[in-house]
């Protein structure tokens, strides 16, 4: 008898823990949405000014004007209940810094990176007050490391001391959580 009582609570944690998964699943499907939409506006943009000129230095002056207005124009066409940001534990611009929730997810990406158990498909959703958070991990990646590497050109160097004095958003290396992409859904 006891084995079967403990048979039939493992199964109805089961069935409520599918049916958490399933009514979070719209939530986290319209947050990736958004997520992609501001990724895709940056990454597009960036991409383009680094072929035209490979120095860097062109995405730059692109990325210290256009990254604030981009996610402001991408905010402004997304349900007034939604919005979608970037952050990152170091980061270059202070408008960028982290609250309480998002350091915590960061350094969970940051714990599993550690121990070999990390997947940028991680997406992480999260209840914080009246609102869903969907978040996903940023990974340093090669073209990252002209603006967020260890060896960068002076003519970057002299543009960031300028523009961001207290950046905290060099010394990565490929394969380093360079931050995250979150959106967050208001809840009805
Ligand atoms: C051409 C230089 C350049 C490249 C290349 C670049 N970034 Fe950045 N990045 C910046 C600048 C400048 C900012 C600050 C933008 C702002 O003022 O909001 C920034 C900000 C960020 C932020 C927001 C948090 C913060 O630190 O303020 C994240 C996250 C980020 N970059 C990730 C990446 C990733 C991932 C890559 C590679 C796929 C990358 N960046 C490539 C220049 C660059």
Do not use: W
Not at 4 to 28: C, E, H, R, W, Y
């Amino acid at each position: 008898m006891k084995k079967l009582m403990t048979g039939f609570v493992t199964i109805s944690l089961f069935a409520a823990a599918l049916l958490a998964d399933q009514n979070i699943k719209p939530i986290k499907e319209e947050g990736v949405k958004y997520i992609k939409m501001l990724g895709g506006a940056l990454k597009k943009e960036v991409k383009a000014k680094m072929k035209e000129d490979p120095s860097g230095a062109l995405a730059m002056g692109f990325c210290s004007t256009k990254a604030s207005e981009i996610t402001e124009k991408i905010n402004n066409q997304l349900p007034h209940y939604a919005s979608v940001r970037r952050t990152a534990l170091k980061v270059r611009n202070p408008k960028n810094s982290p609250d309480k929730v998002d350091t915590e997810v960061m350094e969970q990406y940051e714990a599993a990176i550690k121990a070999g158990k990390f997947t940028p498909k991680d997406i992480k959703v999260v209840e914080s007050g009246d609102a869903y958070r969907i978040y996903k991990p940023l990974v340093t990646k090669a073209m990252c490391l002209k603006c967020h590497g260890q060896n960068i050109s002076d003519d970057i160097r002299a543009v960031l001391k300028k523009v961001y004095p207290n950046d905290k958003a060099t010394g990565f290396k490929e394969g380093d959580l360079r931050g995250v992409i979150v959106a967050e859904i208001k809840k009805d």
